[in-house]
T-cell receptor, first 107, second 110 residues
Framework: GQNIDQPTEMTATEGAIVQINCTYQ??????LFWYQQHAGEAPTFLSY????GLEEKGRFSSFLSRSKGYSYLLLKELQMKDSASYLC????????FGPGTRLSVLP | SQTIHQWPATLVQPVGSPLSLECTVE??????LYWYRQAAGRGLQLLFY??????ISSEVPQNLSASRPQDRQFILSSKKLLLSDSGFYLC?????????FGQGTRLTVV
């Protein structure tokens, strides 16, 4: 079957750095995606990894290790507006989403 | 980029009533289309997936059905809603890279 795991909740302080981990076991792999979702809204695309390594995009970076079935999303210089759920997704021919990690940024 | 139109934004329906949610896509052709459901505080559950007109894959047995009558139109339906059908329904589309989402429909079955 398909299995994508993420921590349920995380808390961090404004200005800090936080790393959100994702492990996956899926039949088929065509890329690992991270989405941000604020409560009651649709998910928005953050980053995409198809090869091993780190992809940096401003305050957000994402890492992938295909051999380990592992990815993380790194958020730097946290801001209050970063409080949201972060969804890890694997694209096969379709998209399979993880349960999401609810991040709370405290002042 | 792609734009996903999904309506209505909110819906309150009695148990046993029918349902029809519509999603249309602009800015691409022959997209993959998806219907997801999200329970409060939970992740996205894939309900239906379509690679083309009339081609629908169902991920979980349920009270819902989907149809794709046109290339960029995807419809989620039910003949008789259950209380357990309440949730946040999201339509999504992708071609080669990331998935784009509609704004979602919050369905409450009472």
């Amino acid at each position: 079957g398909q299995n994508i795991d993420q921590p349920t909740e995380m808390t961090a302080t404004e200005g800090a750095i936080v790393q959100i981990n994702c492990t996956y076991q899926t039949s088929g792999f065509n890329g690992l995606f991270w989405y941000q979702q604020h409560a009651g809204e649709a998910p928005t695309f953050l980053s995409y990894n198809v090869l091993d390594g780190l992809e940096e995009k401003g305050r957000f970076s994402s890492f992938l290790s295909r051999s380990k079935g592992y990815s993380y999303l790194l958020l730097k210089e946290l801001q209050m507006k970063d409080s949201a759920s972060y969804l890890c997704a694997v694209r096969r021919s379709d998209f399979v989403f993880g349960p999401g990690t609810r991040l709370s940024v405290l002042p | 980029s792609q734009t996903i139109h999904q309506w209505p934004a909110t819906l309150v329906q009695p148990v046993g009533s029918p349902l029809s949610l519509e999603c249309t896509v602009e800015g691409t052709s022959n997209p993959n289309l998806y219907w997801y459901r999200q329970a409060a505080g939970r992740g996205l559950q894939l309900l239906f997936y379509s690679v083309g007109i009339g081609q629908i894959s169902s991920e979980v047995p349920q009270n819902l059905s989907a149809s794709r009558p046109q290339d960029r139109q995807f419809i989620l339906s039910s003949k008789k809603l259950l209380l357990s059908d309440s949730g946040f329904y999201l339509c999504a589309s992708n071609r080669e890279t990331e998935a784009f989402f509609g704004q979602g429909t919050r369905l409450t079955v009472v």
